[in-house]
């Protein structure tokens, strides 16, 4: 019977703790590996914020820590295999660096194989699920038998010393947990639940969590709302949370990430007329086009609604850029579908594209009823025609931003080159556009300056300064 993994942890804490010498978290250090999408980067803050608020310090490197916490994803088989290699990775440093440390597998991996994974990997020290990241400061301590520190995070010169984590412009806001689509390839409704939407309490709390980390570091510019199904908390909850972040003075942008496409999204759309820092942005995974490919997968299947949404945003918008993502291989997908997937990209402006490789996962609908009808090198073959054509079509409308001047973050400053986002690029995920200089650095990060674009080459742009905001 399948049991999540942080109950496990939770009832084994008092016996663990008693055979264990009190030690205080000021005295301890703890480094996260943060594997997977955004949405995971968020949790990941919330487990740092958890554990800085007891004390405990956060180190540079894995074979600093005293506790390495891998944040895991399993949602295909390449993350699988990328967390079970990073488990062995942590493994090795342990061995060779800091016999002492204390290793945790925490999140998506753990919640979808708890029944084997301690076994499987007894070599771990312990595993936490998906749904308690903010109490994981909390579950250390009483595992290992920890005193409390009082909250690190009020040490604002450790916090300056942490790099660019706090020293960043942007946070994700998790805003909704779990998901209530039944889509025939996905795990994610099992391992996180249903959907349940936060309430602004919720955001407000991650805001001051994120607010204690970044101490006296770069102000908050931009902040993006994450979720398994952003759309399907209503268009009226989500005006809600935009309207209450479009008051904090700080923010300039808010991003939306993770929308499904369904009707609501052509209401969703006027919400970008009605409030400006919404950036001009549209994270819509299509994940095909193919009707009859779209039926297999439990997905929408009108097509045409696809064009609509693509049409609405560029006329609320016209500076609006799309992101989009495909799986490629899916069961039964013919060269008729693979053709429509081409003719979609000529036809549409898509500027980011996430391409996917249909992976047999156990547990899903498709993996556990439907056959592969695609061996992974035609898969392969078919995303880099994909790509190719897509790289092409981006390239000739990049070009044309050559010689425009846009307002842009600072992400990052180096001694000789400046990293920028312009509103259309999500951080850690789309274009970036570099500016070299020397001297004395002109800009700090979360600084919002104009840059002229001067150049492009494949996915990223170069840049030179104009003016300051």
């Known amino acids: 019977m399948h049991k999540p993994a942080e109950v496990a942890l939770a009832q084994s804490a008092q016996s663990s703790a008693a055979t264990e010498a009190k030690r205080n978290a000021a005295d301890l250090s703890f480094h996260i590996e943060t594997l997977g999408c955004p949405k995971n980067r968020a949790d990941s803050r919330r487990m740092r914020a958890s554990l800085m608020r007891l004390g405990f310090r956060e180190a540079r490197e894995p074979s600093e820590a005293d506790f390495y916490l891998i944040n895991s994803c399993s949602f295909i088989r390449e993350a699988q295999e990328e967390t079970i290699q990073t488990v062995f990775d942590a493994l090795k440093v342990r061995e060779i660096k800091s016999p002492h440390m204390k290793i945790g597998l925490v999140g998506c991996f753990v919640e979808r194989f708890s029944d084997s994974v301690s076994s499987d990997i007894p070599e771990l020290d312990f595993t936490i699920g998906t749904h308690r990241y903010h109490e994981v400061g909390g579950l250390i301590t009483e595992r290992f038998g920890i005193e409390p520190a009082g909250h690190a995070a009020n040490r604002a010169e450790e916090i300056m010393s942490l790099g660019d984590d706090t020293a960043r412009p942007f946070a994700w806001l998790r805003i909704a947990q779990g998901c209530n689509r039944k889509c025939a390839f996905c795990i994610i409704p099992t391992i996180r639940g249903p959907l349940k939407p936060y309430q602004l309490e919720d955001i407000e709390r991650q805001l001051a969590e994120d607010k204690a980390l970044r101490g006296t570091n770069a102000p908050l510019r931009e902040v993006i709302l994450v979720s398994q199904d952003t759309i399907s908390q209503g268009v009226e909850e989500i005006e809600k949370i935009v309207a209450h972040l479009s008051l904090k003075h700080e923010i300039e942008w808010i991003r939306l990430q993770y929308l499904f496409p369904d009707r609501r999204i052509l209401e969703l759309l006027d919400l970008f007329e009605k409030y400006p820092k919404l950036v001009p942005y549209l994270d819509i995974p299509f994940q095909h086009v193919s009707p009859e490919v779209l039926k297999r997968m439990k997905r929408p299947s009108d097509t045409a609604l696809f064009d609509e949404i693509i049409e609405k945003a560029h006329r609320v918008r016209p500076d609006m850029e799309i992101r989009t993502s495909f799986i490629v291989g899916f069961p039964g997908e013919t060269e008729d579908d693979f053709e429509m997937l081409k003719a979609f990209i000529e036809k549409h402006r898509i500027d980011k594209l996430a391409l996917f490789r249909y992976s047999h996962e156990t547990g899903t609908s ?104």
């Not at 990052?412 to 570099?434: K, M």
């Open 366 to 469: 498709a993996g556990d009823t439907l056959s592969e009808t695609l061996t992974d090198e035609e898969k392969y073959a078919h995303i880099n025609e994909l790509r190719d054509l897509h790289i092409e079509k981006r390239k000739q409308y990049a070009l044309g931003l050559v010689g425009k001047t846009e307002v842009m973050v600072v992400d990052e400053v180096t001694p000789t080159e400046i990293t920028l986002r312009r509103a259309q690029d999500a951080p850690e995920s789309d274009e970036v556009v570099t500016v070299y200089y020397s001297g004395a650095a002109p800009v700090a990060v979360s600084d919002m300056v104009e840059v002229t674009i001067k150049g492009y080459s494949e996915y990223a742009f170069m840049g030179q300064l104009a003016a300051k905001k």
